[in-house]
Every structure is written in C-alpha cells, then in structure tokens.
C-alpha cells in the first residue's frame, strides 16, 4: 500500500515579483503550512482523503490571504461570488457549487450537496438556499470582502476597458491510509469578473477530477483555458490510459495544444501508486506537501519546486 499523503495549492499566477513582499510571502507560507497540517493530521490519524482534502481547503477559505472563501475576488459588481467542487476517488460522488454568497465554507457546501442532494451541481441562489436548510455557517458580505480585493476592485472599474485582472485558486489531492483518493477546490474567482461567470474550479473533470483507479487533480490558473481543455480530466487520462504517473501526466497536460491554450496553468495530482506531481508554467506556484511522516515541503516560487526536484 502506497504511503499516506496530501497535496495542496494556493494558486499559480503570474505576478509582477516585486509585489511579493517579504512580510506577504511569510504569511503565505504560514497559511499554506497550517492548511497542510490540517489535512495530514486527518490521514496521519486514519481519517479519509475525502475528510483530508475537506479539511484543508476549509482552512485556505478561512485565511484572508487566498482567493477562497474569506479572501475572495470581487466582481464587476463589487460583489462575491464562491465556486467550488469535491470528488470521492472512491465512489465518483462528487459535489459542486458556483456563482455562491454568504457561505462561510464553500467547499462544505460541495460536500453536503455531494451528500445530500439528488443533484451534482447548483447554482447561486439554489445553492445558498441548500445551505440554509442544512444549517451551513452562513457570514455576512463585508466578512468575505477584504481590504486588498476591494482596492484590486477599484483599480479595475476605473479602467477604462474593465477587463478581469488575476486568477487564483485553492486546492487539495490526498491520498489515505486505505488507498483512496479525493479532491476539493474552491475559488473566489477573478476580479473584475462578470456576474455569474463560472471558471473551472467547480466543473467536474475541468479544474478537479479524483478517481482510485488513477489519480486525484486539482488545477489552478486561468479557468477558460483550463475548463477547454478539460485539463483535470486529461491528466487522469494521461494515468489511467497510458499509463503515465502523476508527475509525468502533469508535465504532459501542461503542453496540450499549448499554442491553442495559452496562459498560466497549473496541477497538483497524486496518482494511485502515490506518486506526487506539483507543476506549473507560473513563476509562483503556492503549494505543499508531506508524504507520510516526512517532513513537510512548503513553496511559493516554482524555482523553489525545480530544486527539490
């Protein structure tokens, strides 16, 4: 049996380096190194991927620093909209939510719609009306609306073209004590975007895809190229039909028709075998990991991802 471990992601994007301030960068890590723990120990104490994956990516909607959750991007219209998706590798029961307001943890919502609802998929106002029913932690607008996305927001409407700026995304793979995998992702979105835009995130087989038989992925950059080349689903492909491992399935997606997918895009996947695969064609890729007892890997520039390599 293949050794317990977790994956995660804050985001890839391509950023100006100079706007990674020392002070900004430690509070990245320390996010990402609590999110990591949150979800180790629920491998590290025979828990499940799907509780693992849940865990952490509570933990990243809950830290203002990433685009989830509390730290959401707002849209043209000054608002927040939440999208978010998880997926039992185990059972292929999924649950997925877009275009969501006043949820504290969108990927809780994901997860009871998985649970509880006829449904795969809802939407907006269905979904917030699914989470009040089933006593969801519900928070008022100004909690998800931070300082910095709302200055971000008003650099954007006075432009004069008003086009989206940014893209960032949350994300978890895990693989348990069983050998069963999951994957959760959530997202704020991108500032600027138009209201009830969707990216990839929530789709299904697009930004998340978790199946036993051959990986669990989570991708993160520009969703529109993401969700067209179905990426998440082609890197599960890439395992299960020609047998690639996760790091090498990763490295291949990442090149699909690169000339008509253009913009940043990045994985993170552990396959069946437990091979662990982080890539991106970004120069920040924030993310980690820990294999069984090992001890944790923490990054938030890709150069960092090529040395450990």
Not at 112 to 120: L, P, R, S, Y
Not at 242 to 250: H, I, M, V
Not at 283 to 302: D, N
Request: with cysteine; charged share 25%; aromatic share 6%.
């Amino acid at each position: 049996m293949p050794t317990y471990s977790i994956v995660i992601h804050g985001g890839a994007v391509t950023m100006d380096p100079s706007k990674m301030t020392p002070d900004l960068e430690a509070v990245i890590r320390e996010g990402l190194q609590q999110a990591l723990q949150a979800g180790w120990e629920v491998l590290n104490g025979g828990g499940s991927a799907l509780n693992a994956v849940e865990a952490t990516v509570r933990t990243l909607e809950n830290n203002e620093h990433f685009n989830a959750g509390r730290g959401s991007s707002l849209n043209i219209q000054g608002e927040v909209e939440m999208d978010a998706s998880i997926m039992d590798g185990r059972t292929l029961r999924a649950g997925a939510v877009n275009s969501v307001r006043y949820v504290r943890n969108p990927i809780t919502l994901a997860r009871t719609v998985m649970e509880k609802c006829k449904h795969v998929y809802i939407s907006a106002e269905g979904a917030v009306e699914f989470a009040l029913q089933h006593g969801l932690e519900m928070e008022a607008v100004h909690y998800f609306e931070t300082e910095k996305a709302r200055k971000e927001w008003l650099e954007i409407i006075q432009q004069e073209e008003k086009e989206p700026q940014g893209h960032d995304t949350v994300g978890a793979v895990a693989l348990d004590q069983d050998g069963n995998l999951a994957v959760a992702t959530s997202t704020g979105g991108i500032e600027g975007q138009l209201k009830g835009r969707v990216g990839d995130s929530p789709i299904i087989g697009g930004g998340s895809y978790a199946v036993n038989e051959a990986c669990a992925v989570s991708c993160t950059g520009d969703g529109e190229v993401i969700m067209r080349g179905a990426l998440a689903h082609e890197v599960y492909a890439l395992v299960k039909y020609k047998g690639l491992s996760a790091p090498e399935a990763c490295r291949e997606a990442l090149k699909l028709r690169d000339e008509d997918l253009k913009g940043d895009k990045g994985f993170i996947a552990i396959d069946k075998d437990g091979h662990v695969a982080i890539e991106s064609n970004t120069k920040i890729m924030r993310c980690a990991y820990r294999i069984g007892e090992a001890e944790p890997f923490v990054a938030v520039w890709h150069e960092e991802l090529d040395k450990q390599a």
